[in-house]
């Protein structure tokens, strides 16, 4: 790859790039199809057009539109967006069969950019590829403002003109399906003098949204992010400390304690940074500088609020962050470079103040991202009332925050149901396909027909519960339907592992009316395990979830990471490997040596044993854990050795 001549040229172009100003050689087009009007420059020698759109009022950071449209023999087209090739942000894009694919890039020297994870594209109609020519028409967040090589923050002037540029390639990228495939030197480059001012439309937001693609048109493949190496785990983390409890890990694997002293961290989100935010319970969200090494760098309160407990989300564009408390959910303006927020707003209100169940966990839909899923568990161990989907509890309900009302939703008279009849849903992840995936905390103290089976039943369930797009009045079994996980515990009738039961049955409620009534879980996990995190691995291969342990069960059980194997079926669906009647679906990856000298109380209390939390997988694979014992509390680290 030639990279370095092509940078020879682009260094060139970067010396006097910002120095030499002309007439604005772009003009306003307006495109039948979208409805967009672009402030547009075509350039004669390549064949190429470049559109841009903003919004009218122009505050730093602002979102634009890039529309690219060159000829077949155009393998690849670069759009500079300082007008130079170092030092700015690139959005580079190539033909891919019948669609387009489109690349944020930084180029910091000579060589070939690099993908930039401070800018991102959503692709919108238009996008396409014929006989003749390719376009690419995308959203683009985070390429009109960036940090100079002299670390001051740069922005994009909407109002005035500026200078762009463009380069060509005329040999194929690697692999066009990719947004980070490699490409080769340019035959080409140029730059021209454009009008932003004309670029601004009044109806930014709204054609936005009309014209959105409801899923990328371009993507890794899987078997792609599979064959990637996944950055090495360090061996220590300065200032971490020793683990305040010895674990044992799976053959191949490798963990490491990267930070200690924590008041009971819960949730992790990464931002489009690859920055970490962590939830500590009662204390509120820390903001965490990651080195690459995985290690952090620095760390400081990012949001004091004590109230916060353990739910956390990003926006997709990664503007706008998300955190709930017991009864309530806010959002707060997001500066992932600087680590700042704004004012708080109210979002959701009116969930129970009180219960058994005390968290409330919170997910942004990737391909809906107006969507927010909440999860809300129920008020007692068997909460009756939770059997009418409309009291909102055992449930998960999902809110549009484009219709956010004033004062925000009440939760239970707003929203709409995913699904209801679930306990505890504390742990929901998204798929591949953008279709949710939950953990249940199922029930304690359990009898059937006044004999007691609770010591290993009901079983914990993960739960498919699909398209959160479109309302889900679906019944998941609580608080009535269970799950058998010992047969053996069972001395009325014969069961076997993923059956349905009831505690007492009767003529109206029985094993059988389960079966033709609720939804069965996807796969069952040990009893009292209390699973409350769960996340994919990049081509959903794999499922990690954690469990908080139990606290009535003697001997008690869980504090520990598992994995389930996942298949991706013939249909494109993801389902787990192992049969809901197996109780080995689970595999130990991280727990602790002697589970007998863990003790648990719920959320609260923890001592004896290193007890596993929130979970999230950062941009170079790497899985990251809390441990949320309620003194001196760790982040851990953890990958394949």
């Known amino acids: 790859m030639r990279s370095v001549q092509y940078f020879g040229s682009a260094l060139v172009l970067a010396s006097y790039a910002f120095t030499v100003y002309g007439k604005p050689a772009s003009s306003k087009v307006c495109d039948k199809e979208t409805k967009i009007c672009y402030s547009s420059y075509s350039d ?3 064949g190429m057009t470049f559109g ?4 009218k009022n122009v505050t730093d950071p602002y979102d634009a539109i890039i529309k690219i449209t060159a000829p077949i023999n155009n393998t690849w087209a670069g759009f500079s967006w300082g007008g130079q090739m170092v030092w700015n942000p690139l959005s580079v ?13 930084f180029a910091f020297g000579i060589g070939l950019p690099q993908p930039y994870d401070q800018a991102e594209h959503k692709y919108l109609k238009g996008t396409k590829t014929n006989a003749t020519h390719w376009t690419v028409n995308a959203l683009c967040s985070g390429c009109t403002g960036w940090q100079s090589n002299e670390d001051e923050r740069y922005v994009l002037n909407g109002t005035g003109t500026t200078q762009f540029a463009w380069a060509y390639g005329t040999s194929a990228v690697e692999d066009p399906a990719r947004n980070d495939s490699a490409f080769n030197v340019h035959a080409a480059w140029g730059k021209w003098t454009h009008d932003l001012n004309a670029a601004r439309i009044d109806d930014f937001a709204t054609l936005v949204k009309k014209n959105l693609l409801t899923a990328p048109v371009a993507a890794p493949k899987p078997s792609t992010l599979a064959s990637r190496a996944v950055a090495a785990i360090p061996a220590s983390c300065s200032g971490a400390g020793s683990p305040s409890f010895q674990g044992v890990l799976a053959s191949g694997w490798k963990a490491t304690k990267i930070a200690g002293g924590l008041t009971s961290p819960r949730s992790i989100q990464f931002d489009t940074a690859g920055n970490m935010l962590v939830v500590q319970s009662g204390k509120g969200i820390t903001y965490y500088v990651m080195g690459e090494d995985g290690c952090p760098k620095s760390n400081k309160q990012l949001v004091a609020l004590n109230s ?13 962050l998300y955190a709930s408390s017991m009864t309530q959910a806010y959002s707060w303006p997001y500066d992932a470079a600087a680590g700042t927020v704004g004012t708080r707003t109210t979002i959701i209100t009116g969930m129970v103040n009180g219960g058994s169940h005390l968290t409330r966990t919170l997910a942004i839909t990737p391909h809906q991202p107006n969507l927010l899923v909440v999860s809300h568990g129920s008020n007692a161990n068997i909460d009756t009332a939770a059997s009418d989907k409309a009291t909102a509890r055992a449930i998960v309900k ?13 939760y239970v008279s707003g929203g709409y149901n995913a699904g209801y009849g679930m306990r505890n849903e504390v742990g929901i992840t998204f798929d591949n396909n953008n279709l949710l995936w939950g953990v249940e905390n199922s029930g304690d103290d359990f009898k059937r027909n006044g004999k007691d089976i609770h010591q290993n039943n009901p079983s914990e369930k993960l739960h498919f519960i699909g398209d959160v797009t479109k309302p889900n009045d679906q019944w998941f079994g609580y608080p009535t339907c269970f799950i058998v996980w010992q047969p053996s515990d069972f001395t009325d009738k014969a069961f076997q592992v993923g059956d349905w039961f009831v505690q007492t049955p ?18 069952t996990l040990f009893p009292h395990s209390a699973p ?3 996340k994919f691995d990049a081509n959903n291969t794999n499922l990690y979830v954690t469990y908080h342990g139990s606290w009535n069960r003697n001997p008690t059980t869980g504090f520990k990471l598992v994995e389930v194997a996942f298949t991706k079926g013939a249909d494109g669906q993801y389902k787990p490997t192992a049969p809901i009647t197996s109780t080995t679906g689970a595999k130990d990856i991280f727990w602790n040596p002697d589970v007998t000298k863990c003790a648990g109380n719920g959320p609260s209390f923890s001592s004896g044993c290193f007890r596993p939390a929130g979970l999230a997988f950062d941009k170079a694979g790497r899985l990251f854990m809390t441990s949320d ?10 990958g394949k050795a």
């Open 506 to 523: 009767s003529t109206s409620m029985n094993d059988d009316t389960c079966k033709a009534q609720a939804v069965k879980p996807a796969l």
């Open 629 to 638: 014992t309620s003194s001196n509390g760790e982040l851990w680290i953890l």
């Open 308 to 320: 916060l407990n353990h739910g956390i989300a990003l926006s997709v564009d990664g503007k706008t």
């Open 93 to 105: 894009a190539w033909p891919n069969g019948k669609s387009g694919t489109i690349s944020a890039r």
């Open 44 to 46: 004669a020698e390549s």
């Open 398 to 410: 999902v809110f549009d925050l484009s219709k956010l009302p004033s004062g925000g939703y009440n």
């Open 52 to 55: 841009i759109a903003i919004p």
């Open 532 to 534: 409350i995190d769960l």
